[in-house]
């Protein structure tokens, strides 16, 4: 026993000399390079992330963290809705009953409610606020162009996974939610029994709402058809597309490869951590604070009025004021989501890859404005959409009330308001040539076209072929909306209107205010009243006309860099989005409901 | 920099948890079933479970948690003198164990609620208000729907449904399939959604709940619906009538009466264990032509319009017909040797005037055609006593007022 | 591969014809039990020289497999489209005639989901369920006209449209009188243009005497 009295080793020393902890941890964990490398490549998680990356790439305001605060709210979402299912049952007997017990009786139960709902908006705008910064940093461009596609998949399903979920609770809210989004199901083209040119062997008992709600009314078939989505179904499906849309970042890098690297690990782990745990807090006080709504139980017969989508819907519920359920239901947004996904393909321009959009001082006529300077014609065609849709999403929040009449915001809302909205067609010649001649607008005049002209005729032809063609398309189009509207007879006269007119009908009405002012000049100062509507017919001929000229120059040089195939894609989705635009100011200012109507065939714009 | 961040965030995320934790600690009925605890002793304190106490009522699909906050409802021992904690008057619980009707199906509310306003149903998005004091005599019909076999118990209701005759509410309103259709059907108006009132709301002070619109609407219908008129209206607009409902000039006991009685107006569908059997009363007899016809005139609801005894004087918006409804006193002048005219009229009604213009509404106010549900017999009773008021046209005008 | 020495499938057949058939000799009796010509030696030939025989197995296994998997995948989705619904039948009884005042009745808005009107010439009957996207219109007696919540449509007595995104009037039901003396109505036979609606099964005429 005459063995040296050893100093005894602290007892975590002795426990990583376990094959227990040396089983699973395969290095030490001192901070040293070599383990710096060595907890990226050792932990299967950490493992997403490369072992160094460029500094700038990291940096808080170059990304937001916006992407890995994406894929963390999604992990939130999965716990809380996990623990979400342990109480509650999809059947139309239970499902509201179990609300009620989450939020009274349950340890908890109310504030993981409030958890799951509003990180689910914040994944919603954290989202897109990802994609926006994707697309204003140039991150989707080669070699990223199909990671683009992969993460458009993935907004697509994060806001297909909202509307499933948001029928779970089976209150008021959720019901008509759910009725209207999948009342755009049953107007599809082709598959739906109201959409246009429906196929012969479609009914209410197989069109495509059928096999969405799993019946002819939302009931127990779509609640578990909508839970089983929710819950299981469409998270598989996206977590398979995350795990692509991971894998892609890595292999095809980060955006920015420039400067000085510096490790992951602690660099941008810690950086990770602390966005995780900021939004944590958020999300703590705002569930503390604010409850999720639910409202009272769901009930076929009584529409509450008025009856709201949740916020990241309502710009796509007012588009469907303005148009026929086809096109603002089905039409634009598969529009907008493979303009969305071809946009790295049409969008050549190497420039802007790895930074944020330049922005610079230009002068147009005498008004200075911001603009972007390398990507002048991506960039704000990009952000006008975005912004347009968050406009949309303004106006449905704000701006509607009772029976979905404008109000301002702030004002008070009624439901003894009187209005009698009129609404009336333009007739199809005159709404046909409107949009032939919209669509004209696109014609880019080549350059070979150009050079023949200076040939032939001078220098200045081609400039002045160019404001000829315009300025005449700006003409038709004015004549095409102001000529109809003061000359064509009322159709619905008289069984549904007292006016002969469509200038009487729309001149009395509340919700036209530039008809009823010309109905209103031509009552008050007759032949002199009309002379002013010249002058206004001329003018906006001119404007638009204008506007085609201003154009014109970044036409020819799209169709020259692009080609016929990428110019007429890119040039078709900027008209069409611009034609939205144009449709819903007819619809606000001259009460025009459709230009282009054909009732039997359920085809209408 | 990043350690300081990291420290301020974890502090802040600690306390706000230790937040959360407590708020769910400190629901409304901790402190209740706490405060209730403190005034017993020994056996009868052990003999309380704490937590939420639920009667699950399988019969009516209900889950009723009131007794977890008026922990004494049902030991009428422990009752003390205020709420929430005083024991159930009467008897009621003996004849209606708590165990197979619960607590909601008879007081409103909401049953699935630990929060008081939420449990009283005095919170937005819940439509079943607590039905306070003698309101809750409107549950009893459910089961009970000969109500004067519970007179004793339900005074309000019966008078309610008296005066619902008496005030002729028939002559416009159906109730089961029984009364006119000029104006809406009430079989259901004690369940009507409040989504559907919001217009009315408008007009009203708070709360807005059924409750109150009812006692508002009897008590000054036309304040709820004053309409437009036409020199009001925005271009282009339609007239919009005023509620054509007259004004009774109702008692405060009366309103209350009535209320009652509307509320009670559900079509809850109860298993057939709980409904008590209706009972078909005897067939009246009348000593004569006259109290025959005096019987169906104010059965059928013609008080409504044309007065009691036939004074007249309600008004009437109809267009092309004196603005008041006419009296009935001076029938028998006008068709005492027309009778089949008179006949015609009570059997076609006079429907509305048409308007000049076709795209106008008509006002809502008219006289409904009787006769499919007048008899011949009840048809020629209604006129002898019509003829009979003319009869005595000088005391029966002011008697009969009063 | 065999690019160049492809041959056109229809024309491989009557080059297999020499190397099988004899012209000189007399026509052989038909013999059932032979096993047919296609599969002989020759023809593995041309399948070799067109495919190759290891290519012609392997393409044949893909089509089978993406016949397979496109017919699985393709009854799958069939399978979401359940054959038996519990939902409530289309068709109900809605009283008597003599029972309804002029102008639109709600009794029946509540149980079946809608309207029955009644009008100087007789009755029909509205499916209470907007036109453009399913939501339930409120009837306002006073302004007469009904209004949908969701997206603002108005239609009036006759539910035509006359404000708002609804593309086409109300639906109207199939109204008969059943032979007990009630209205029966059908919400599985809809009709709502102008013409055809107001007629036929879809408008019951009663007139008051």
């Known amino acids: 026993m005459a063995e040296p009295q050893l100093p005894k080793p602290p007892l975590m020393t002795l426990v990583k000399k376990t094959k227990l902890w040396k089983s699973i941890f395969r290095h030490d964990f001192t901070d040293t390079p070599k383990t710096r490398i060595q907890r990226i490549f050792g932990n299967v998680f950490l493992h997403l992330h490369p072992v160094r990356v460029s500094k700038e790439a990291i940096r808080v305001s170059y990304t937001w963290g916006l992407g890995g605060l994406s894929f963390y709210l999604f992990l939130v979402l999965t716990v809380t809705g996990i623990l979400l299912m342990f109480y509650y049952r999809p059947t139309s007997l239970l499902a509201y009953q179990d609300m009620k017990d989450l939020t009274f009786a349950v340890t908890l139960g109310g504030f993981l409610r409030n958890m799951h709902r509003w990180a689910a908006h914040l994944m919603v705008v954290v989202v897109i606020l990802h994609m926006v910064r994707v697309f204003l940093t140039g991150a989707y461009k080669p070699p990223r162009e199909y990671n683009w596609v992969v993460g458009v998949i993935l907004l697509v399903m994060t806001l297909f996974l909202s509307y499933t979920g948001y029928l779970l609770p089976w209150d008021q809210l959720a019901l008509w939610a759910v009725t209207v989004g999948a009342q755009m199901a049953a107007n599809s083209p082709l598959l739906g029994n109201e959409g246009p040119f429906k196929l012969p062997f479609i009914t209410t008992a197989n069109d495509a709402r059928f096999g969405l709600i799993g019946g002819t009314v939302i009931n127990d078939a779509t609640l578990i058809r909508f839970y089983v989505l929710h819950c299981v179904a469409v998270p598989f499906i996206f977590t398979f597309f995350l795990m692509v849309h991971f894998w892609r970042v890595r292999k095809d890098g980060f955006s920015k490869q420039t400067g000085e690297k510096v490790d992951v690990w602690p660099h941008l782990v810690s950086r990770e951590f602390l966005a995780a745990l900021l939004v944590t807090l958020i999300l703590f006080v705002w569930s503390l604070v604010l409850q999720a709504p639910l409202e009272a139980q769901a009930n076929l017969n009584v529409t509450p009025n008025p009856s709201k989508a949740p916020w990241y819907f309502l710009g796509l519920q007012e588009l469907l004021v303005y148009f026929d359920p086809w096109i603002a239901g089905v039409v634009l947004p598969t529009i907008i989501v493979i303009g969305l996904m071809a946009m790295p393909y049409v969008d050549t321009n190497p420039k802007g890859v790895g930074y944020w959009a330049k922005m610079g001082w230009r002068k147009v006529g005498p008004v200075p404005i911001w603009y972007p300077v390398e990507r002048p014609f991506a960039v704000n065609v990009f952000m006008l959409g975005t912004l347009m849709w968050f406009v949309l999403i303004f106006i449905g929040t704000y701006c509607r009330g009772p029976n979905w009449e404008w109000y301002w915001p702030g004002e008070l809302w009624s439901h003894r308001r009187l209005t009698k909205m009129t609404l009336k067609n333009i007739p199809n010649l005159w709404g046909a040539l409107l949009m032939g001649a919209y669509f004209a607008l696109g014609t880019p005049l080549p350059q070979a076209i150009k050079a023949r002209l200076s040939r032939l005729a001078g220098p200045k032809a081609p400039r002045l072929a160019s404001l000829l063609m315009h300025a005449g398309l700006g003409m038709t189009m004015a004549l095409a909306i102001f000529i109809p509207i003061l000359t064509a007879p009322d159709a619905e006269y008289p069984v549904r209107s007292n006016s002969p007119t469509l200038f009487e009908a729309l001149g009395r009405s509340t919700n036209a205010p530039v008809v009823s002012a010309m109905y209103r000049l031509v009552q008050e100062a007759g032949a002199g009243g009309y002379a002013m509507i010249g002058v206004m017919i001329l003018a906006t001929g001119a404007l638009l006309g204008w506007l085609g000229v201003q154009l014109a120059k970044l036409k020819d040089r799209l169709f020259e860099q692009k080609g016929l195939i990428k110019y007429s894609l890119i040039i078709g989705l900027f008209l069409m989005m611009m034609g939205v635009i144009g449709k819903i100011l007819l619809r606000l200012l001259f009460g025009v409901k459709y230009v282009f109507s054909l009732p039997a065939f359920n085809f209408n714009i | ?402 | ?209």
């Open chain 3, 1 to 209: 591969m065999t690019t160049t020495t492809r041959i056109h499938p229809r024309s491989s057949t009557r080059l297999m014809e020499p190397a099988t058939t004899n012209p000189a000799a007399p026509a052989p009796a038909p013999r059932p039990a032979t096993p047919p010509e296609v599969f002989s030696e020759a023809f593995w030939r041309q399948l070799e020289e067109r495919f190759g025989r290891r290519q012609f197995l392997l393409k044949s296994g893909w089509a089978f497999f993406w016949l397979f998997l496109g017919g699985w995948l393709l009854s799958n989705l069939r399978y979401l489209f359940p054959n038996v619904l519990y939902e409530p039948g289309l068709s109900f009884k809605a009283g008597r005639p003599e029972d309804y005042a002029l102008g639109v009745s709600e009794k029946f808005k509540k149980e079946q989901r809608t309207w029955i009107v009644r009008n100087e010439e007789g009755f029909f009957c509205f499916w209470a369920r907007c036109t453009h996207l399913g939501c339930t219109p409120n009837w306002f007696e006073a302004e007469g006209r009904f209004k949908c919540p969701c997206h603002g449509s108005n239609f009036n007595r006759a539910g035509d449209v006359i404000a708002g995104p609804a593309p086409k009037p109300l639906w109207r039901c199939a109204i008969q009188l059943a032979d007990d003396g009630q209205l029966i109505i059908d919400k599985a036979r809809l009709e709502n243009r102008p013409g055809s609606r107001e007629q036929g099964e879809f408008f019951f005429p009663y007139k008051s005497a």
């Open chain 2, 1 to 402: 920099m990043k350690r300081v961040l990291f420290l301020l965030l974890t502090a802040a995320l600690a306390l706000v948890f230790l937040v959360t934790i407590a708020q769910d600690r400190h629901r409304g009925w901790v402190k209740y079933q706490r405060q209730f605890l403190g005034t017993l002793k020994g056996a009868e304190r052990r003999g309380i479970a704490r937590g939420v106490h639920q009667t699950i009522v399988q019969g009516l699909d209900r889950v009723d948690r009131c007794t977890t906050c008026h922990l004494a409802a049902t030991k009428p021992q422990l009752g003390l003198a205020e709420q929430p904690f005083t024991a159930h008057p009467g008897q009621y619980l003996q004849w209606h164990p708590v165990e197979k009707f619960g607590c909601t199906v008879c007081h409103g509310g909401q049953g699935l609620a630990t929060e008081v306003k939420a449990a009283h149903g005095e919170v937005p998005h819940w439509e079943e208000p607590l039905l306070r004091g003698p309101l809750v005599q409107a549950s009893c019909r459910q089961c009970h729907g000969e109500v004067s076999t519970i007179q004793e118990h339900a005074p309000l209701l019966v008078q309610g449904q008296q005066l619902f005759t008496a005030k002729g509410c028939y002559g416009c309103h159906a109730v089961h399939n029984f009364g006119q259709t000029v104006s809406v059907d009430l079989s259901e108006v004690g369940a009507k959604s409040h989504q559907l009132i919001e217009a009315d709301f408008e007009m009203m002070p708070g709360p807005h709940n059924r409750i109150h619109w009812l006692r508002r609407k009897l008590a000054h219908p036309r304040v709820l619906n004053p309409g437009v008129p036409p020199e009001a209206l925005p271009r282009g607009e339609e007239e919009v009538f005023p509620s054509s409902m007259p004004f009774f000039g109702l008692e405060m006991a009366d309103i209350e009466a009535l209320s009652v009685y509307l509320l009670s107006l559900k079509a809850e569908d109860l298993p057939a264990s709980y409904v008590r059997p209706p009972h078909t009363p005897p067939e009246p007899t009348y000593a004569s032509a006259v109290t025959r016809g005096r019987a169906v005139y104010e059965h059928y609801g013609c008080t409504a319009c044309h007065g009691i005894g036939g004074v007249g004087g309600r008004r009437n918006p109809n267009n092309g017909l004196a603005e008041e409804a006419p009296s009935l006193l001076y029938v028998k002048a006008y068709y005492g040797d027309h009778v089949e005219a008179l006949k015609q009229v009570i059997r076609q009604g006079r429907q509305p005037a048409p308007r000049a213009d076709p795209h106008r509404p008509n006002p809502p106010l008219y006289m409904p055609a009787w006769k499919e549900r007048l008899s011949e017999e009840d048809l020629e009773a209604l006129i002898a006593y019509l003829f009979a008021l003319s009869d005595r046209l000088p005391a029966a005008a002011v008697g009969d007022l009063l």
